[in-house]
């Protein structure tokens, strides 16, 4: 069931150093229970003792240094944050999972899987599947039962291997005692596939750049390894009829599918059986993708023992840098090593609240939302573009919705004024065309009127929050909604009567952002993406996932928005009985909490 290989028994030295006695296995099998056996890598302390693993499987072939296969991103992380690469010689650094140089001195076992079909593992691709769900956790039971595994298993990563982590949990393997879903999705309708029942162009266009590149089978069509000398694909070669009869079509998978149901729940969380202890890491700039899972699972999940943690900057950076490698280093000490450190007396909930100019102040909480919130409801004026807490006037106003929208502003402070938390809008809308594809975004302006915007996850001009809704997905289900968070069924469509006015409730993902004296909030009301039309940054222009503002979370597609539908003019209505309005999330400064402890 096990081999070594590679670099077993080598010593790894830093700096002319010797790191203390890590073990190198490569290409060790792990048999499932259907007789498939999926390669893995073993790193762990050389001393014969016995240690918690921590596990990852994922499709980004375990082999495929981050130096090489996402060279920008890793250029731009080491430039502006030495400290990731201080201290290891990132020879085994691997995209979005630990370096293993910096947990095994620490008394950690790393264990990474390519999953099936990926790497080196072969199989069919089925990404978030319930297969893999399935492996994860055999993977999880076999590092346990390993003589250098103390029984203790952990799981962390980012995105592909934080969304994975979710789904596993639910199935209670045994030993699972820890995770840290750093940038996790959850919803695989609501977060990935359509935001508010409008395709995303995100999957299909990831899965041909970063899955489908680093299937088993390319072989020598794909990535080498410096360090060993090997491609990352596996050692066959197949021929493409092949390697697309190993793969699932995605992007037809999700075309097809319009509507929630159970191919999308079984690829999401079921928060009722998520139990274990976990630390639950957001990206306030994740617009797009990954922080509404990460607050969905603090608020939702059934573990008694769950944390959250809030940042900002690109989607992979606090993960590797000394913060977010502290961070997550006490949580496993505590669970998975025993360490009376003092983890279950922190805060609950540290956030990293946010200023312009890529400035954050980190604060701790013990709830979310915030229970000292003054929650605030502001209402649209289609008349002068206004946000204000009084009920204007009946107006109305009508769009193109492939045109820049609606712009409505808050009157300028002489304060500054703090916005931390989930968001809503209520939307009175009518159509030339049986529907609407509403696309909310919250945006701030500078005293000289220029936009404000913030490195996000992937694009270096994401807006402070975003919110999508299709009109004919109005429907709620209303035991699941709250006034700051609609959940819609997204079961069936209500096509809308041309000219006739309907309300629509939509959700606005969390975010935080303290807006200075002299600074405008606003919210725009568009019928297509957000573009950022300022100056782009070096690495803006030439990294392949900016954007104009949004990144590759797109919504292009010409089947899901055909011109006929998503074209014709949209009104918003506002004022008297059409009482359109945004409710915002105001912490009042007076009660501001105390900074976060260690």
Known sequence: MTGGGGDAGRDVRVDGTQVAGMRVERHV????????VLDADVFRPDDGGRYPAIVSYGPYAKGL??????????????????????????????????????WVPHGYACVRVDSRGAGWSPGLVDVWSPREARDLAECIEWAAAQPWCSGKVGLSGVSYYAINQWQVAALRPPHLSAMI????AADFYRDMARHGGIRSDFLANWYRRQVQSVQYGLGSRSATNPDTGEHVAGPEDFDDETLARNRKDLDAEL????FDGPWYRERSADWSQVQVPFLSAANWGGQGLHPRGNFEAFTQAASTDKWLEVHGLEHWTHFYTDYGVELQRQFFDHYLRGVDNGWERGPRVRLNVRRPGERFELRAEQEWPLARTAWTTVYLDARGGSLSEAVPDPSQATYDPMGDGLTFSLPVRDDDVEVTGPLAATLFVSSSTDDADLFLVLRL??????EVTFQGALDPNTPIAQGWLRASHRALDEERSLPYRPYH??????????????RCDVEIWP????VPAGYRLALTVRGSDYVYDGPLSPFAQTFYYANRGVGPFTHADPDDRPPSRAGGAVTLHTGGGSPSSLLLPVVPPALAAAPAGG
């Open 29 to 36: 099998g792990i048999t499932m229970d259907d007789g498939a």
């Open 181 to 184: 879903p750093w940038e996790g």
């Open 489 to 502: 069924r997204h079961d069936a469509a209500q096509p809308l009567v041309p000219g006739e006015v309907v």
């Open 65 to 102: 240094p981050f130096q090489v296969g996402y060279a920008p991103q890793w250029d731009k992380m080491v430039a502006e944050h030495p400290d990731v690469a201080a201290g290891s010689s990132n020879r085994f650094q691997s995209w979005e999972v630990v370096d293993p140089e910096k």
């Open 255 to 258: 075309g097809g599918r319009p």
């Open 511 to 514: 975010t935080s952002i303290v």
């Open 445 to 450: 302006f500078a005293p000289d009127g220029s």
